[in-house]
């Protein structure tokens, strides 16, 4: 009996013993898979528990132009955030804050008592928003600094730049296509929290400041980008316009020099301009080209021999029917020889020279051109244009595409085409983005010419460039487009703006284009300019041709590209005494002289200082002198001095700095 029950009291206690063993194994293995394999899990909830994060707007690259100067640029701002539980009085807080910040004390107390942890109450202060903020010294209150999109040039360029919002997400421009290249990366503040969730205070805050991008190197100019503003703002206001378009293009390379619309807006404060104005016009709305389509009918019609430069149309006096419809031009002409049909932009005559080519080669010489095909240029939102197929082409569709009517373009196809004849022959790939660098200025891709396709000999491009010089010529359509001491070659354009009502033509909406190449002997410039509904006159040659002109000049002038041809002399002042008037001699007007003794003669240095560069570029067009820019802002040094006379191989030029 009795080792019965030191048998039982034996198998208890091994029993017992064997459950503690178990339950301990079992909770080794359980603490080593908390410990081992789930310590990383626990741990970040653990600290999620109690830290907090607060993410920052990531910093993005800056943008610059082809002779590095800024054009966008992010810089440090603080904002201002709140943590409620470490603040003793909202209210009174509210009522002091409230005025600094611009707010109503009721819109600040909101703020305060939407979060008991944390919360902002303004982005981006100004400096002197924040030194007021902190002269206030209120508990509960901290900065962190963040980085805001700023475009120094303001309207300069604003289209091709485009802008941000305050994500800062890219939200037009090259901003928008190239926004994964010039965003960093995010920033974060972290903030300690008790077990109750409430923050311990900001000496224990943890930050993180955001990374910039990388950075761009456009292909645009500035001071060419400003010209071309300034002169097709001065053509679209002097018109009465609804708007209008210039670009300038390397023909040999494809680089955009310059892109500008009219109206404008400054991507600083772009929330108080229409949306309307936002849209780079330029790659994103396409018009029927008019007129300026017979430079490439030509082209197309010489290179395939269907005509020679010899051959003349009989032009029908003005009217010609085809087709059912009537075809008329704005003078009665008889016979024309090609180079004539181009220079007086006869339809009647643009018309049978298509009619010999046929729609086959006509549509296969302008899909080679370009057109009907975006271009692929980086930049958001271009367009392809309108160009059907040949087999959709009935009666009178041949004529009138021959002269620009039943096809759609956009400048930048028309830019594009049209160095086409410019370089010899070659379609080139334009492109906006020059390089893309990192933070330290290392180039990390860069960005060359490309040809797409040769669309023409190099024999027929300089035959139709030749033609194309007597539409600038005394007689020509777009005389008012030629440049003192350049040849120039180009072509007005006149087109007629379809009716959304009526689905025909509108009886009084046109626009008006003139584009060219100079200059047209050895070609550095394509200068596309479009008018938009002018109100004084709808010919390309009165209102588009002027403006390419001033564009021309102006931007030869400063590519310090010497002039080739006999320079028609200003008329002379006699300088007035005051209040007298001033008399020009008239006798001087026509009396020509050579560029080379005008550079003998040498010009005299200007004083530019203290000038900013607007002023600097009007003084070097009234002086006619060729000065090189360097950097923003105010004239502080120049080369050579002021009064010295100059000469050709003399460098000049001013350097331009921020004012202080």
């Not at 070609?523 to 479009?530: E, F, H, N, S």
Request: charged letters at 20%; aromatic letters at 8%.
């Amino acid at each position: 009996m009795r080792d019965n029950r030191e048998k039982w009291t034996r198998f208890r206690i091994r029993f017992i013993g064997g459950i503690f063993i178990l339950l301990l194994s079992v909770s080794i293995a359980r603490a080593f898979y908390l410990q081992i394999y789930e310590q990383e899990r626990f741990a970040h909830l653990a600290e999620k528990q109690h830290l907090k994060v607060v993410q920052l707007t990531p910093s993005r690259g800056a943008i610059y132009d082809s002779t590095n100067s800024a054009l966008a640029v992010s810089i440090e701002m603080d904002s201002l955030f709140a943590e409620p539980r470490n603040m003793e009085n909202l209210a009174a807080a509210a009522a002091r804050l409230a005025p600094v910040l611009g707010m109503t004390k009721e819109a600040v107390e909101k703020k305060l008592h939407g979060s008991r942890g944390f919360v902002w109450l303004a982005r981006r202060l100004t400096p002197e928003v924040a030194a007021a903020v902190r002269k206030l010294d209120i508990d509960g209150l901290g900065f962190a600094k963040e980085p805001k999109r700023f475009y120094p040039n303001a309207e300069i360029g604003s289209h091709v730049i485009g802008f941000t919002g305050l994500d800062p997400e890219g939200l037009e421009g090259v901003e928008r296509r190239y926004d994964s290249t010039l965003l960093g990366n995010t920033g974060y503040m972290v903030t300690e929290r008790d077990a109750l969730g409430r923050d311990i205070g900001t000496r224990g805050m943890m930050m993180k400041s955001a990374s910039a991008g990388q950075s761009l190197m456009l292909t645009i100019d500035k001071n060419i980008q400003y010209i071309a503003e300034k002169e097709l703002a001065a053509a679209v206001e002097s018109s009465r316009a609804k708007g209008g378009i210039a670009i300038v293009m390397e023909p040999h390379s494809g680089r955009l020099l310059a892109m500008a619309n009219y109206p404008t807006f400054n991507p600083n404060l772009f929330g108080k301009f229409p949306q309307q104005a936002l849209r780079n016009r330029a790659v994103t709305d396409s018009f029927e080209p008019g007129s300026t389509m017979k430079v490439f009918l030509i082209a197309a019609a010489l290179e395939e021999k269907a005509v020679s430069p010899n051959d003349a149309f009989n032009c029908e006096n003005g009217v010609f029917n085809i087709g059912g419809r009537t075809i008329h031009d704005t003078h009665k002409y008889g016979r024309l020889s090609v180079g004539e049909i181009l220079k007086y932009s006869s339809n009647i005559g643009a018309a049978k020279i298509g009619t010999r080519l046929g729609p086959e080669r006509l549509y296969g010489y302008l899909k080679g051109f370009g057109f009907g095909a975006k271009s692929n240029i980086d930049l958001p939102g271009e367009v392809s244009g309108y160009l059907r197929n040949k087999s959709q082409w009935y009666g009178v569709d041949l004529a009138t595409i021959s002269f620009g009517q039943g096809i759609s373009v956009s400048a930048l196809q028309l830019a594009t085409a049209m160095s086409v004849i410019a370089n010899g022959g070659s379609l080139m790939q334009p492109f906006i983005v020059e390089k893309i660098m990192d933070g330290k200025g290392n180039v990390l891709k860069s960005f060359s010419p490309t040809s797409r396709q040769r669309v023409i000999s190099p024999e027929t491009a300089g035959i139709v460039a030749k033609m194309m010089e007597g539409v600038a010529a005394e007689g020509g359509t777009g005389a008012s487009a030629a440049v003192d001491g350049f040849r120039v070659a180009g072509k007005t354009g006149t087109a007629q703006k379809a009716d959304p009502v009526t689905k025909g033509y509108s009886a009084d909406k046109r626009t008006a284009s003139f584009v060219g190449i100079v200059p047209a002997d050895n070609p550095r410039l394509t200068i596309v300019v479009i008018v938009d509904e002018p109100k004084t006159s709808a010919y390309g040659g009165v209102v588009a041709a002027p403006a390419f002109s001033a564009i021309a000049r102006q931007s030869l002038c400063y590519l310090r590209v010497v002039p080739n041809q006999p320079l028609k002399k200003r008329p002379g002042v006699i300088e007035a005494k005051k209040d007298e008037p001033q008399v020009a001699t008239a006798a001087e007007d026509t009396e020509e002289i050579s560029p080379e003794s005008q550079l003998q003669d040498g010009l005299t240095m200007a004083n530019f200082r203290g000038m900013s560069m607007r002023q600097v570029l009007q003084l070097m067009e009234k002086k006619g002198l060729n000065v090189r820019l360097i950097g923003s802002g105010r004239v502080i040094e120049q080369s050579p001095p002021p009064g010295k006379r100059i000469h050709q191989s003399d460098p000049v030029w001013v350097r331009l700095a921020p004012s202080a």
